[in-house]
Each structure stands twice: as structure tokens, then as C-alpha cells.
């Protein structure tokens, strides 16, 4: 069974404090990891997509980095409007296309 | 550009009452649509995913339905709500065939209150 395993559970931060997000996940055969953005009772938005380790993908002040057991996301000087629930995500041969998610790291980022 | 509408934004229902919610998306065709969960402070759970009109794959056993009448639309059902249905409900779409590694889309979610 996939299974993906976010941490911290929350993590507060002072404008301008550079941190990481860990995604460890265990999948049969990984087709994408993906990185989503949550405001308060909004939906998930899409950030990043990474498909094989090694690669990199980088927007803004954050940047997702991906190894066969887990994925960081690197958030570089962040701002107050930074601050979400980050969701990670995996994609496994299960057919079609059925994401496993995380529970989430919820980031605060103080001014 | 791909948008997905999904009402109503809030829903405050009684035990025993039936439940629709509906979701739609615009700017693509022949989408794969799925039905996520959330409840507090866990994870997106998968309730149902279609591949195509008609079509409708289960992930869980539970109280609710699915429907897709139209390539579309999709519909989140029940007949009679327990108080374990509530929950903050997502609909989501994403682009059909390719090798199943493309990003889901999701909409603003409905807020299920059951009283």
C-alpha cells in the first residue's frame, strides 16, 4: 500500500528564516510526487510536480527536491504570505491516476 | 484555461437528510474527476474517481454514491447522511490517458456540517 509520511506537523517561522519539509512516502513504482499549497478553507493548489530522483524544481522562494524515499521542500526567506498547509502527494501504479496524500505541514510564518 | 466549479461552498444538513453536491468543469474535455475528503487535521482521503461518463470507481465503503452524467459533471450523493459525513468534501479533475503522472486540480471545496 502507498504511503506517504509528512514532517513537521506544523512549523513556525520568522519572516526571512530559511527551513525544509520532509514528504517521505514508500510506493510500488512512483509516477509523480507532487507538492500542493493550502490556504484555510480553500482547496489544494498545485505547485510542483517531480517525477524521478535527483531532479529539482524551483518557484518563488520555494524549491522541491526529490530522492527515491523522500521529497523536501525548501522555502528560502519566506514571507508571511507564505504561510499554508503544504500538502505532498504520490502517484503509484495503481492505475488511473489516484493520489496518496500526506497529512501535511502546517507553516506559519511570523512577520 | 481549465476552471472547476464546485457548490455549494457551505452546507449545514440534519442526520437522515440526502445530500447532492455538484461539481463542474470547464475548458477541457473527457477529464478524469475524483471525489476527495478531508477531515480535520488528517489527509485527503480518495472517495471516487471516474474515467469517463458512466464510469465510477469506489475506494471506500461508505454511505455515499457518485455519478457522472455528463463528461463534465460530477455528483456526490447520499440518501440518508450520518453524523460521520461530515467533513470539508473536494472535487478535483485531471488530464485522462497520458502515463498517469499529471497533476490533479482542485476545486474550493463544499464544508458538510451534519447535524
Known amino acids: 500500500e502507498d504511503q506517504v509520511t509528512q514532517s513537521p506537523e506544523a512549523l513556525r517561522l520568522q519572516e526571512g528564516e530559511s527551513s525544509s519539509l520532509n514528504c517521505s512516502y514508500t510506493v510500488s513504482g512512483l509516477r509523480g510526487l507532487f507538492w500542493y499549497r493550502q490556504d484555510p478553507g480553500k482547496g489544494p493548489e498545485f505547485l510542483f510536480t517531480?517525477?524521478?530522483a535527483g531532479e529539482e524544481k524551483e518557484k518563488e522562494r520555494l524549491k522541491a527536491t526529490l530522492t527515491k524515499k523522500e521529497s523536501f521542500l525548501h522555502i528560502t526567506a519566506p514571507k508571511p504570505e507564505d504561510s499554508a498547509t503544504y500538502l505532498c502527494?504520490?502517484?503509484?501504479?495503481?492505475?488511473?491516476?489516484?493520489?496518496?496524500f500526506g497529512q501535511g505541514t502546517r507553516l506559519t510564518i511570523n512577520p | 484555461s481549465q476552471t472547476i466549479h464546485q457548490w455549494p461552498a457551505t452546507l449545514v444538513q440534519p442526520v437522515g437528510s440526502p445530500l447532492s453536491l455538484e461539481c463542474t468543469v470547464e475548458?477541457?474535455?473527457?477529464?478524469?474527476l475524483y471525489w476527495y475528503r478531508q477531515a480535520a487535521g488528517r489527509g485527503l482521503q480518495l472517495l471516487f474517481y471516474s474515467v469517463g461518463i458512466g464510469q465510477i470507481s469506489s475506494e471506500v465503503p461508505q454511505n455515499l454514491s457518485a455519478s457522472r452524467p455528463q463528461d463534465r459533471q460530477f455528483i456526490l450523493s447520499s440518501k440518508k447522511l450520518l453524523l460521520s459525513d461530515s467533513g470539508f468534501y473536494l472535487c478535483?479533475?485531471?488530464?485522462?490517458?497520458?502515463?498517469?503522472?499529471?497533476?490533479?486540480?482542485f476545486g474550493n471545496g463544499t464544508r458538510l456540517t451534519v447535524t
Open positions: 475548458g477541457t474535455s473527457n477529464p478524469n
Open positions: 517531480l517525477y524521478s
Open positions: 502527494a504520490v502517484s503509484g501504479l495503481q492505475g488511473a491516476q489516484k493520489l496518496v
Open positions: 478535483a479533475w485531471s488530464d485522462s490517458g497520458v502515463a498517469y503522472n499529471s497533476p490533479l486540480h
